[in-house]
T-cell receptor
Framework: GAVVSQHPSWVICKSGTSVKIECRSL??????MFWYRQFPKQSLMLMAT?????????EQGVEKDKFLINHASLTLSTLTVTSAHPEDSSFYIC????????????FGPGTRLLVL | QQPVQSPQAVILREGEDAVINCSSS?????VHWYRQKHGEAPVFLMI?????EQKGHEKISASFNEKKQQSSLYLTASQLSYSGTYFC????????????FGGGTRVLVKP
């Protein structure tokens, strides 16, 4: 149980284009989903927290107009990197949790974004 | 503020033990431990809640000292599969289920 999928796993795009990443909880309903980015050999940096049906809460320093998050249902959240630039290249990982009282986050397999 | 993990890296021989520490400057509600292998997403190992301790996952166990805001992860009789980067994620009550991750501890288990 507690499987989270992400799509795509790899994406290469040109500078200035927008990229959408999907995060799905496959066998549970995720009341909360989180989006992280991770640079090589570094820790997981939380970008934003999204709850189904409400606006995402962004961490300090994360541009909400650049990283659009939509949590349309209890099993799907999307992250859109708008007008991507080379410095946006990174490993983006989503996680999902349920309101079980244990607050465990289950991570998706991640998406590698390379902006040329 | 990010929790501090120590050591940053450790090299073990198969069968040896190791301890990874995670310290926070804030009063913690829970501590979560994850292991990440190169190029993959973190895998949940266990959660330690305030007022209790939960063990699980192979020969890996953990403790949580609420007074000191510290948690330790114990790798016992390490196996080759234990290699990877271990992260602690800490939660404070006011932040709901948001986790702040430490810098990670790289573990390499050699035959």
């Amino acid at each position: 149980g507690a499987v989270v999928s992400q799509h795509p796993s790899w994406v290469i795009c040109k500078s200035g284009t927008s990229v959408k990443i999907e995060c799905r909880s496959l066998d549970f309903q995720a009341t909360t989903m989180f989006w992280y980015r991770q640079f090589p050999k570094q820790s997981l940096m939380l970008m934003a927290t999204s709850n189904e049906g409400s606006k995402a809460t962004y961490e300090q320093g994360v541009e909400k107009d650049k990283f659009l998050i939509n949590h349309a249902s209890l099993t799907l959240s999307t992250l859109t990197v708008t007008s991507a630039h080379p410095e946006d290249s990174s490993f983006y990982i989503c996680s999902a949790s349920t309101r079980t009282g244990r607050e465990t986050q289950y991570f998706g397999p991640g998406t590698r974004l390379l902006v040329l | 503020q990010q929790p501090v993990q120590s050591p940053q890296a450790v090299i073990l021989r198969e069968g040896e033990d190791a301890v990874i520490n995670c310290s926070s400057s804030k009063a913690l509600y829970s501590v979560h431990w994850y292991r990440q292998k190169h190029g993959e997403a973190p895998v949940f190992l266990m959660i330690l809640l305030k007022g209790g301790e939960q063990k699980g996952h192979e020969k890996i166990s953990a403790s949580f000292n609420e007074k000191k805001q510290q948690s330790s992860l114990y790798l016992t009789a390490s196996q080759l599969s234990y290699s990877g980067t271990y992260f602690c994620g800490t939660a404070i009550k006011a932040a709901g289920n948001k986790l702040t991750f430490g810098g990670g501890t790289r573990v390499l288990v050699k035959p």
